[in-house]
């Protein structure tokens, strides 16, 4: 193991810390259902990663059921851990430190994935740093896998939407590790209006993949649903958008007759996508943004990636899809960030499931 000096137990980030060109971080993600490790070095290059899903578990439930989450993250943690280091050709001893997602997340699986890291760093003696998981989905856009060229890196000041779960937020970064969150949702999530009506229409858990899937054989002007755009605001709100959905598909259903699925999936998909892609583009524009960074799961959908393809004015960055949704490497590489600025986190800190992006 490189000889670093690492101070006390702090959750102070330290000033004036040279950076350490060669670190190498292991991350730990078990926020949700996606139990996962990842070794990622300098804060961008992939070395391994590794990711066990529970979707097809979950999907019998209509969700993910929490008990089951953390059942099978404590089966599938150090599994997971060992793969990872042996994809990357490393032992524990060769990792300088240890980022494990700290919240916000399921309380139950957070933990798993808390005290395995503390497990290891106890025995290892290496530092462990606790990490925001929305942070987390920003740092994706830094990776690049080892086997491929180095990718141009954003740059400050950024405009990051952040599309994870039950989180929407527009948020301004100056430099690293700095946040001014500017909206949010008021009420349903992006990604938890996807779900809920995925389940009106019909199509199943999860709703992400479900109605991008069925949207594709279906006409977004098909239904006129409404967009709540907030004037004045970079706030969100998806709930009157929903309640048209199930408006429009009680009427249909007092007809008769089987459900437009794919031009109702299509027509709602391209109001949240209009939406989303409406305010940030205007956001960047008003605070002079020199680039934008979109995150979070839903930043896999297609028709949002395409949308911010034709109408970006200025550069963008969306991770490839693979480091959309959750995973260790954008763990690992937001915990290289603070790692080399000096942070280092008591063995005792507890999961925050509610921990705001702007509280870090």
């Known amino acids: 193991m490189k000889d670093i000096t690492r101070p006390k137990e702090s959750t102070a980030i330290a000033e004036n810390i040279v950076p350490v060109s060669d670190a190498r971080i292991l991350g730990i993600e078990t926020s949700c259902d996606e139990t996962a490790a990842s070794i990622v070095e300098n804060g961008r290059i992939i070395l391994s990663s590794v990711v066990a899903s529970q979707v097809d578990l979950h999907a019998q439930y209509g969700g993910v059921f929490p008990e089951v989450a953390s059942r099978q993250h404590i089966l599938a943690i150090y599994p997971i851990i060992e793969q990872a280091l042996q994809q990357a050709h490393m032992t524990i001893s060769e990792v300088d430190a240890i980022a494990v997602t700290r919240g916000p997340g399921l309380a139950g699986s957070l933990v798993v994935g808390m005290n395995t890291a503390k497990g290891l760093a106890l025995a290892s003696g290496l530092p462990v740093i606790g990490i925001n998981h929305l942070e987390a989905h920003i740092y994706a856009a830094w990776l690049y896998p080892q086997t491929e060229t180095p990718k141009p890196e954003p740059q400050f000041p950024l405009l990051a939407l952040i599309v994870s779960g039950g989180h929407t937020e527009l948020v301004l970064m100056n430099d690293h590790l700095t946040y001014q ?180």
């Open 181 to 360: 969150r500017l909206g949010a949702t008021l009420d349903d999530a992006a990604g938890e209006a996807f779900d809920k009506v995925a389940r009106l229409i019909g199509l199943g858990y999860p709703g992400g993949p479900a109605i991008q899937k069925a949207s594709l054989g279906g006409n977004p002007l098909a239904f006129n649903f409404p967009r709540a755009w907030l004037e004045g605001t970079w706030n969100f709100s998806f709930s009157g958008l929903k309640t048209a959905v199930l408006r429009e598909v009680r009427k249909l259903e007092e007809k008769g007759g089987s459900l437009p699925e794919s031009d109702l999936a299509a027509s709602f998909q391209a109001a949240v996508v209009d939406v989303l892609v409406s305010k940030t583009m205007q956001a960047a524009r008003d605070l002079h943004a020199k680039e934008i960074l979109v995150a979070g799961g839903v930043s896999a959908n297609r028709s949002l990636r395409d949308s911010f393809q034709m109408r970006a004015s200025c550069p963008f960055h969306i991770p490839p899809i693979s480091l959309c949704t959750d995973n260790a490497a954008m763990v690992a590489g937001a915990g290289y960030y603070r790692f080399v600025k000096g942070q280092r986190d008591p063995l005792n800190m507890d999961v925050l499931p509610n921990w705001p992006l702007s509280e870090i």
